[in-house]
């Protein structure tokens, strides 16, 4: 039988290293796994049983009990099940959009030249900054915001010209990736104003909405850089053959982009799926997500770790599956083929 | 460009529209000023109400906490009332954390999607000043269905008051008590703590010893004190009892006459922050990160000999290690009270503390107040109505008295039936003995005149789990000592007591003290 | 960043602007009205009145109160004057950020505007290493939760960057299980942040949790982590690093795996050593995802709140308070103004971080590439 640590071309790792290497992997992958494990065990105990002190194995240290389970399906049935089918929607949902909003932006900031110019930026923030001032202020909002908007058309022509300086791709890609920075919460209750006049309140279309802009800036720099990496050549030669643009991004940039794309959309579903802030002040009843579940577990008279831990393995288990089926497209196969053929 | 012109001078008809339509339509943003629905002279519900159709299509939402406590007999009972009387209750139920910004930001922003909620009392003052809860006086005088003399005098008459009127139907009560390993105690002739010194003693005493038989050394005293979860209350169970001698209306947190934070600097909060950091020493090691879950899990596996919680410690026993040797107490007292103008600590007398009972002055604290329901001012009078019923409903003793006994439910004893009728507790699995302890401690606890009433002015979540919680988390980690923290205290609450307006305040404070006519 | 326009594509007109204008659009909407409402609260005081809300202007009050006034000990520390070692960590930066300057200055390649910022830069950061110093290195200080935060993000990101790097350049070898591994490694992400933090409580619950028994039979039956501010703050940081890491992980594992062999391959057969082929080879083509990595973790690290608040309630004390969370506590109390006034200190602190660690880091390395 052949040695899995076998070297098996000229560039791959001595046996003795590729031992070191899986011995490391598997340490990690045990710190990974072991409060996992604990998290599962937990799910079978009764309040008593996690409060006795610390038991590993079921049927060995104590009884397991489907208690927990139950109670988390059956009797919270329909408030498990709605925040569950809330969850996966505005997640894919908002993941997706933001993927390809992200993506084209992404190249388009790599493949193209913009100049916005500062006189031009300054005055719409500033036109907006008065509005949005004039709206708290008491006026009604939609005089505000219009007559800020007529304000910004106006001076655009005269005093914003007058200012030639411009910003460049890096900027606009720095302005994007700031807007991380703010905190949600300070974000979270001008949110609920703005989508209160708009009647979204409890609607999972503002959650989504939320999350594809909290979101782009993450699909735009993880995939400025997969695109920016990418070898010019094969698009130059494309568009001298006369590819349009659309053709070339589709048939060349997007296939060799896939393990980009799949690491990309990963992330950002991930982040989406376990948003809690945002999703517990912009919700009530209908549009209730999942981690707004876990965090309720936190009774006020203590967490409830059994209830808790049943909740984290059914919101991990799809996105957990949702990687193992796309992991194989983050692999360097597909990549090479693409390149080569 | 002419690009802009051509775009410039199609908003300009755009905005003239709409200013014109704007003043027909109230703007959003100051909703319009609907008057109050005429709560004062609603009726009674008709006590003849046919079956099953008195709100027939009424749909009430209700805010509450997703517990499983709270929500749970809420969700329970919906069902039934539903039958009773037609209409559909919507629970929605939320995180501890969240229950008060939501429902402050959907009253406020008049969104108002909650016809009712079942939240804290103790946010009256932030509710009731701007008119956002409907007045139930007179509601809650005339309905046979509420009986509202069955319920105990300080859960009727000053806890669901604000202003002489009443805002809130109680559905639990809440309120500290101490509990004790009665096993132990009889075994040593000890009788249970009656003051704070008692209290360290037993603790003391009990604290490395073997209290379950399991072989390690357990504690003598659990108490919760984790910073952000629910511990800043206990610092002012232990130091009610030195700040309050002269009853309910003398109030625990200010002085009545000029404002001045009672939580600062004076002997007695020097004495009670001792006291409570001392209860430490006989604590787990991990005391200070630990919450009401986590004290109540090691009382009821036997490893603590004292410890302070709400009513919840005695429902929870059956079943558990601590079943028939649980014993509970009214909160420990002082056989000394503060003297407010010198600030100095003066023994107990007939002047000083005319509710002391044996030269102990006690101060049951009804911390946080308990659950209770209250109704949006905002919302349309039929849904008002229903969900005033189904509140009623759950108030009600038949309902209420079966609800109290069980521990999943979150809710405590607040009338007289649930002390009379043991046949429900007996069947939750407590024993005779038990029931008569437990019982019997929470009815002295009712009895005693110089219960204190939690913090009911507006901004209180700011000077409770905001500087307090701060100050007492910060002299427990050793990063302030006592004179430091009761300064902190005392700045952080003048501070906030000044942008809220000083004379507002104080007149809040003193409303919030007053006894119903 | 060069990026390169082709002539042919210039006639494509539409695409330049169908491409970028969704992604500008979709953020400025839902961005610019918080941002600026922020402001409006982070200056007024919140004033429920019978039928509104009202916004009272209080002008700085809130901001004053934070680094001058009466939260000055929760938000900056507990100021103290420093230790000999204090002093000496001050005067070795101040006179590394001077000679740098002046190097600068010397070698005539930057402009006066330039040079300008440079000195307000260098201002900036002696005026950090000043409060670091008075916090951490001195008798009786205390840091507030501007430095605690500090803490927790370059602690962080040290950690996590070297995990995940190392985890990944092990991963896309060919050792057994890798595909296994390769999933395995993802789980700590997928897990919300508030369900993390409670795992992590568990975990390190001295008397309920797995390692109780590896302390009993240490001898640390009484010991327990959570009264010690150093120790919390470690807590802390291996929960953030058990979650983030993975992040980091898969991020630079699809750029390995996007990585052209050839070269590679070329230079091992060619003779040169392991080391070499990744310190020229695999390292620079690595940077500029390494830079964005290291910027989203900044970015994204300085927000940090779920960890501290449910492993300890940002105790002992307020040894683990990060900005956020304290905001987020004066948001809980319905203290908007403050909790505003927190949030955008916390925004100028990092766009500072952020417009620093992009022009000399991130620059440099995309040029390099």
């Known amino acids: 039988m052949r040695s899995p640590f076998r070297r098996r071309s000229a560039t791959d790792l001595s046996p003795p290293a590729k031992l070191g290497a899986f011995l490391i992997l598997l340490a990690w992958a045990f710190i990974v796994l072991f409060p996992i494990y604990w998290l599962f065990v937990t799910s079978f105990k009764t309040a008593y049983d996690v409060d006795k002190g610390p038991f590993y194995i079921p049927f060995v240290d104590f009884q397991p009990t489907l208690s927990a389970w139950r109670y988390i399906l059956f009797d919270l049935g329909n408030d498990t099940i709605r925040p569950y089918v809330n969850t996966v929607i505005v997640g894919l949902s908002s993941s997706v959009i933001a993927l390809i909003v992200g993506s084209l932006a992404a190249y388009a900031l790599v493949r193209f030249t913009y100049r916005p110019r500062v006189g031009i930026v300054g005055l719409f923030i500033g036109s907006f900054a008065l509005a949005t001032i004039a709206a708290i202020a008491g006026a009604p909002p939609s005089i505000a915001f219009l007559s800020g908007l007529a304000v910004f058309l106006i001076l655009a022509q005269t005093v914003g010209r007058r200012f030639v300086r411009a910003f460049g791709n890096s900027d606009i890609a720095f302005w994007l990736i700031s807007q991380r920075i703010l905190p949600p919460i300070a974000v979270a209750v001008p949110l609920y104003v703005l989508f209160q006049q708009v009647h979204l309140l409890d609607n999972i279309a503002a959650l989504i909405l939320t999350y594809v802009a909290t979101n782009l800036p993450i699909v735009v720099w993880l995939m400025r850089d997969y695109f920016a990496s990418l070898p010019r050549e094969l698009e130059e030669s494309a568009a001298v053959d006369g590819a349009s643009v659309y053709r070339i991004v589709r048939s060349i940039v997007l296939p060799i982009s896939v393990p980009g794309l799949v690491a990309t959309f990963l992330i950002v579903l991930i982040f989406a799926w376990n948003e809690f802030l945002i999703a517990l002040v912009l919700t009530s009843a209908n549009a209730q997500t999942m981690p707004l579940q876990v965090a309720a577990q936190n009774a006020t008279r203590g967490p409830q770790w059994w209830a808790m831990s049943v909740l984290i393995i059914i919101m991990i288990t799809p996105v957990v599956v949702m990687a193992v089926a796309l992991e194989r497209f983050i692999t360097r196969g597909i990549l090479v083929g693409a390149l080569k053929g | 460009m002419s690009r802009y012109r051509m775009v410039a001078a199609a908003i300009i008809p755009i905005l003239v529209l709409t200013a014109c339509n704007s003043s027909a339509s109230p703007s959003p943003s100051s909703p319009a000023a609907s008057t109050p629905a005429a709560s004062t002279s609603a009726s009674a519900p008709a006590a003849a109400a046919s079956q099953g159709t008195k709100f027939k299509g009424a749909n009430v939402n209700i805010l509450t906490f997703n517990g499983p406590q709270v929500a749970e007999p809420l969700q329970r009972r919906a069902p039934d009332w539903a039958k009773l009387t037609g209409g559909h209750v919507n629970v929605v139920a939320v995180g501890f954390q969240t229950i008060y910004d939501k429902a402050l930001l959907d009253a406020s922003t008049g969104t108002n999607s909650f016809d009712g909620y079942v939240f804290d009392p103790q946010w009256m003052g932030d509710f009731v000043t701007p008119g956002y809860l409907l007045d139930l006086t007179d509601r809650e005088k005339n309905d046979p269905q509420l009986n509202q003399q069955d319920i105990v005098p300080f859960f009727r008459d000053y806890n669901s008051v604000y202003n002489g009127k009443n805002y809130t139907i109680p559905l639990d009560g809440d309120f500290h008590m101490v509990y004790y390993r009665s096993d132990l105690l009889t075994k040593d002739g000890l009788k249970p703590p009656a003051t704070w010194d008692d209290y360290l003693t037993i603790a003391q005493k009990y604290n490395g010893k073997d209290l379950n038989g399991d072989g390690q050394p357990d504690y003598g005293s659990c108490i919760a004190k984790k910073k952000g979860a629910q511990s800043y209350w206990w610092i002012i169970s232990v130091a009610a009892g030195l700040l309050q001698g002269k009853g309910t209306s003398d109030g625990a947190f200010f002085d009545t006459s000029n404002m001045n934070p009672l939580f600062g600097k004076n002997d007695a909060m020097t004495l009670a922050l001792q006291t409570y950091a001392k209860t430490a020493t006989f604590g787990p090691p991990d005391e200070l990160n630990m919450d009401v879950g986590g004290s109540r899990g090691l009382f009821t596996t036997g490893r603590c000999a004292l410890t302070m919680d709400w009513g919840d410690i005695g429902t929870l026993t059956p079943g558990t290690y601590a079943q028939d040797k649980t014993g509970a107490t009214i909160t420990p007292g002082w056989k000394q009270v503060l003297d407010r103008a010198s600030g100095k600590l003066v023994p107990c007398d007939a002047t000083t503390c005319p509710d002391a009972v044996d030269g102990v002055n006690y101060a049951p604290f009804g911390s946080f107040g308990g659950w209770s329901g209250a109704i949006n001012a905002k919302a349309p009078k039929a849904n008002q109505d229903a969900a005033y019923d189904f509140l009623s409903y759950m108030s009600a003793p038949a309902q209420s008295g079966i609800d109290v006994t069980l521990g999943k439910t979150g809710f405590n004893p607040y009338r007289t039936s649930h002390f009379t009728n043991t046949a429900p507790w007996l069947a939750a699995g407590l024993s005779q003995a038990a029931t008569d302890n437990y019982l019997g401690a929470i009815k002295t606890s009712l009895d005693n005149k110089n219960f204190v009433l939690d913090l009911r002015i507006p901004q209180t979540k700011q000077y409770e789990q905001d500087v307090l919680d701060t100050a007492i988390a910060q002299y427990l980690a050793k990063e302030l000592d006592e004179a430091g923290t009761e300064q902190a205290i005392a700045d952080g609450w003048n501070a906030i007591t000044d942008q809220a307006g000083k004379d507002k305040q104080l007149a809040a404070y003193v409303a919030s003290l007053g006894i119903k006519k | ?369």
């Not at chain 3, 402009?111 to 201002?123: E, Y």
């Not at chain 3, 070898?173 to 933090?197: D, E, S």
């Not at chain 3, 040169?272 to 964005?292: G, K, N």
């Open chain 3, 1 to 369: 960043m060069a990026t390169d326009t082709l002539g042919a594509w210039r006639s494509d007109g539409a695409a330049r602007w169908l491409f970028i204008w969704p992604a500008v659009v979709l953020i400025l909407a839902l961005s610019l009205f918080p941002l600026v409402a922020s402001v409006a609260l982070s200056v007024s005081k919140l004033v429920f009145n019978p039928g509104s809300v009202d916004l009272d202007f209080i002008g700085f009050f809130n901001y004053q109160e934070l680094l001058f006034g009466r939260e000055k000990s929760h938000f900056l520390g507990v100021l103290k004057s420093p230790t000999a070692i204090g002093w000496a960590i001050l005067i070795g930066t101040i006179a590394l950020a001077a000679i740098a300057w002046v190097r600068a200055a010397r070698s005539g390649r930057v402009s006066p505007v330039g040079l300008a910022l440079r000195l307000v830069g260098g201002i900036v950061l002696a005026g950090f290493v000043w409060l670091l110093v008075q916090t951490l290195a001195s008798e009786g200080g205390r840091p507030g939760s501007l430095v605690v935060t500090l803490i927790f993000v370059f602690g962080g990101i040290l950690l996590q960057l070297t995990l995940g790097l190392g985890l990944a350049m092990l991963a896309v070898q060919l050792v057994p299980w890798r595909r296994f591994f390769r999933i395995l490694f993802l789980i700590p992400l997928t897990i919300t942040p508030v369900g993390v933090g409670y795992m992590f409580l568990m975990m390190t619950d001295t008397s309920k949790g797995p390692f109780e028994p590896l302390w009993v039979a240490l001898g640390l039956r009484n010991f327990t982590w959570v009264t010690d501010p150093w120790l919390a703050r470690l807590a802390v940081i291996i929960g953030d690093t058990w979650q983030w890491t993975p992040f980091v992980f898969i991020v630079l594992l699809a750029a390995l795996e996007s990585l052209d062999q050839e070269v590679r391959e070329a230079a091992l057969v060619d003779g040169a050593s392991r080391w070499q082929s990744f310190r020229h080879i695999t390292m620079p083509a690595l940077l500029p995802v390494t830079t964005t990595i290291v910027l989203i973790r900044i970015i994204e690290g300085f927000k940090i709140i779920d960890m501290p608040n449910i492993l300890l309630g940002g105790g002992p004390g307020t040894a683990t308070q990060s900005m956020t969370l304290q905001a987020y506590i004066d948001w809980n109390t319905l203290n908007l103004g403050r909790s505003a006034a927190i949030a955008y200190l916390l925004l100028i602190l990092v766009s500072v971080v952020a417009t620093v660690y992009v022009s000399f880091v991130r620059r440099r390395v995309t040029e390099l590439a």
